[in-house]
């Protein structure tokens, strides 16, 4: 009986790491009832997916299950033999989504091969870290090392999140002193230059988004409004409600003066 158990478990394991991730998922999905705060999903059928009708996210499918990455978080659904979306991690774990077929979302698949292997990056970061909790992610000796070798390989998430250590680590006072950095008149690093212009070759124009945050941060406002406008022209959402932030927070400032 033992070993019985022992083989399904094995078989289930094969099973799941056999099939290879995909990202050509497509449609427009509304949540039924009110249970979560994410009323629809929009998968684009080449990775990308607009979450609420704001941000983007990236996401990838293996067998019935649908993984989506909104940013710093993960949604986890399975994919019902009619057809809706179950979610079944935080955030979702409460809702059901059915696809909606008189909405039209354009299908963005152009290049399969290209669309297929940044799946199976986005696969291989999910199997790297799904047992990292956000601390974890933030401290582990692992994730910076993760995030480089999948850069390297081409996933643009990765480098996002290798261009936020990379600032922590080239920028003293980040975190203590932030309003201290821009009397410092320290240059922008090459480094996180150079990462964020791969970022943006790889199609995400995010690139420009986290490039503008990196110039506000060292004082540099012309060239990170340039970079947010970059991004804005690429269909960032990020990008604009950065900068909406910054000049509203400017304008209170300044009213207070």
């Not at 990056?121 to 994730?143: G, N, Q, R, V």
Request: aromatic share 12%.
């Amino acid at each position: 009986m033992r070993n019985f158990i022992l083989l399904l478990i094995t078989l289930t394991y094969t099973t799941f790491y056999s099939q290879k991730a995909d990202n050509s998922f497509h449609g427009f999905y509304e949540e039924k009832g009110d249970k979560t705060f994410y009323k629809k999903f929009e998968f684009d059928g080449n990775g990308k997916v607009r979450i609420a009708g704001m941000n983007k996210g990236d996401y990838f499918t293996r067998n019935d299950s649908l993984i989506v990455y909104p940013d710093k978080s993960i949604f986890i659904f399975k994919i019902q033999k009619n057809g809706n979306l179950k979610g079944i991690s935080n955030w979702v774990d409460k809702g059901v989504w059915i696809a909606k077929k008189d909405s039209i979302v354009e299908n963005k698949r152009k290049q399969p091969e290209q669309a297929l292997k940044k799946a199976n990056l986005l696969a291989e970061y999910y199997d790297k870290t799904k047992k990292m909790s956000d601390i974890d992610a933030l401290f582990s000796k692992d994730t910076p090392s993760i995030n480089e070798d999948l850069c390297n390989k081409g996933l643009s998430k990765a480098c996002l999140n290798l261009f936020g250590f990379k600032m922590l680590e080239y920028t003293p006072g980040l975190i203590s002193e932030p309003e201290k950095i821009p009397s410092k008149k320290i240059q922008p690093h090459p480094e996180l230059v150079t990462l964020s212009n791969k970022i943006i070759a790889l199609g995400d124009p995010e690139g420009h988004t986290v490039l503008g945050s990196y110039y506000y941060v060292l004082g540099l406002k012309e060239k990170a409004n340039k970079e947010w406008e970059k991004a804005i022209e690429k269909g960032s959402s990020k990008a604009g409600l950065a900068k909406g932030m910054i000049e509203f927070a400017e304008s209170i400032e300044e009213s207070k003066e």
